[in-house]
């Protein structure tokens, strides 16, 4: 059985910095692409950032270049993601999904993702 588990949301003031964790178990880790996602109060699901099975390839969505970090650790099997410089306009829910991929593969679309954790909440106070 998949599990997948987000961790480290919160509430934070503006201008203030969150990491989220996220373990999956059940699964070969690193054999899967793994992404972010967040879905903001009555707004669709949108794609944060992705990183590859192996760590060498990353991208983000334009909202989060510059002040959001993925990462992963493939021995624990665990990826992050560092935020920083966190506005309101991040308040959201945070989604962990794992995608299966090729090496050095990434994807930002959301169809591509068989494990999806149920997220971790993110408000970020003016």
């Known amino acids: 059985q998949v599990q997948v588990i987000e961790s480290g949301g919160g509430l934070v003031q503006a201008g203030g910095s969150l990491r989220l964790s996220c373990a999956a178990s059940?699964?070969?880790?690193?054999?899967?692409?793994m992404g972010w996602f967040r879905q903001a109060p009555g707004k669709e699901r949108e794609f944060v950032a992705t990183?590859?099975?192996?760590?060498?390839?990353?991208d983000y969505a334009d909202a989060a270049k510059g002040r959001f970090t993925i990462s992963r650790a493939n021995a624990k099997n665990t990826a992050r993601l560092q935020m920083n410089s966190l506005t309101p306009q991040d308040t959201a829910v945070y989604y962990c999904?794992?995608?299966?991929?090729?090496?050095?593969?990434?994807?930002?679309?959301?169809?591509?993702?068989?494990?999806w954790g149920q997220g971790t909440q993110v408000p970020v106070s003016s």
């Open positions: 059940g699964l070969t880790f690193s054999a899967y692409a």
């Open positions: 999904a794992a995608a299966g991929a090729r090496p050095y593969q990434i994807t930002a679309r959301a169809s591509d993702y068989a494990y």
């Open positions: 990183i590859s099975r192996e760590g060498a390839a990353t």
